[in-house]
């Protein structure tokens, strides 16, 4: 049975979305409240450096525990629709997951639609990995994180990486991930009001400004379409109450059926976006602890016999 504390931040929710209408209010206010209010609903998070930057073009953060393993980084990709969120809105929870993880974190502001549309997103996150590359870091010592739409977009990166020739990451871990922008999936209508952030209209709206005119069956715009084979393992989050729970589930069983190592860890009675409200929520710091330990366990799998590399000054 969820917390007490996690109901109140399910009732949070709802009083947001009652409030400014979700994601059928003003573009230009939904921007302003993830950017700037979001990002001060939960404490600063103690023991990390951040630095903004570019990497090739691309805005980005940096965030360095004070115990980070040198070599080891993180690159996070924030949700928000592919048409808000920011390296501000998810810098905490991104910060959280390197600390949990004792590792560095890159965090990029991807462009957004409809200003940008698809495949902009998948371009500026294939060109900060590699730029992690260029600096140093030896892609088995690279894992690629995202929520929600960052998820789905996790999954187009790689994508996009294998096609290209471009050696992959250690693994990936998607938070759950919006990764049908067709939005077919049957907890669509079965969870309905038991998620209190996301509706089947909302995310109708925010696909149409993405995709444009591109199909929504195409593989990096909703990778559940796409060809798996030969991705790195998958860690998949997700609950129980969430509209996009079958967009997990799907995920997990496409990926099985291409021979990618996964799990899926579904969540009882939470809702989308919870992990945004860690410390304050007991779930929130437990799902975070073990994003955490497998970001830890999937670069020490791979590099147990690696030698360490110099990462080059930037």
């Not at 009675?269 to 860690?278: C, D, K």
């Not at 437990?286 to 830890?296: N, P, Q, T």
Request: aromatic share 8%.
């Amino acid at each position: 049975m969820p917390s007490v504390r996690c109901s109140i931040a399910k009732l949070f929710c709802r009083l947001n979305v009652i409030l400014t209408g979700g994601s059928f209010g003003p573009l230009k206010y939904q921007r302003y409240f993830f950017n700037k209010i979001v990002p001060h609903l939960s404490p600063k998070v103690p023991g990390i450096e951040y630095e903004t930057l570019e990497v090739s073009g691309v805005p980005a953060a940096r965030l360095i525990p004070d115990d980070a393993i040198n070599n080891q980084v993180l690159l996070y990709l924030h949700g928000g629709g592919y048409v808000i969120g920011s390296k501000e809105s998810h810098r905490k929870i991104a910060s959280r997951i390197a600390v949990a993880a004792r590792c560095r974190a890159l965090i990029i502001d991807y462009r957004l639609a409809p200003e940008n549309k698809f495949p902009a997103a998948v371009e500026d996150a294939v060109t900060s990995y590699r730029w992690l590359l260029s600096k140093g870091y030896d892609s088995e010592r690279i894992v690629v994180a995202g929520d929600s739409a960052g998820g789905g977009l996790t999954v187009a990166t790689l994508v996009s990486l294998r096609d290209s020739g471009d050696p992959l990451p250690a693994a990936a871990m998607l938070l759950s991930p919006w990764a049908d922008l067709g939005v077919t999936g049957e907890s669509i209508k079965t969870a309905g009001w038991r998620d209190p952030l996301l509706c089947a209209r909302g995310l109708n709206k925010w696909a149409a400004m993405y995709l444009g005119r591109t199909d929504s069956r195409d593989p990096l715009a909703s990778p559940i379409y796409a060809d798996l084979k030969g991705l790195p393992p998958f860690y998949i989050q997700a609950g129980t109450c969430e509209i996009l729970l079958d967009d997990a589930r799907r995920l997990a069983e496409r990926a099985e059926e291409d021979g990618v190592s996964v799990e899926l860890d579904i969540w009882e009675g939470m809702f989308h976006g919870w992990h945004l409200f860690s410390p304050l929520v007991p779930e929130s710091n437990a799902a975070i602890e073990r994003l955490g330990k497998v970001c830890r366990d999937s670069v020490a799998e791979k590099t147990l016999d690696a030698p360490a590399k110099k990462i080059k000054a930037t």
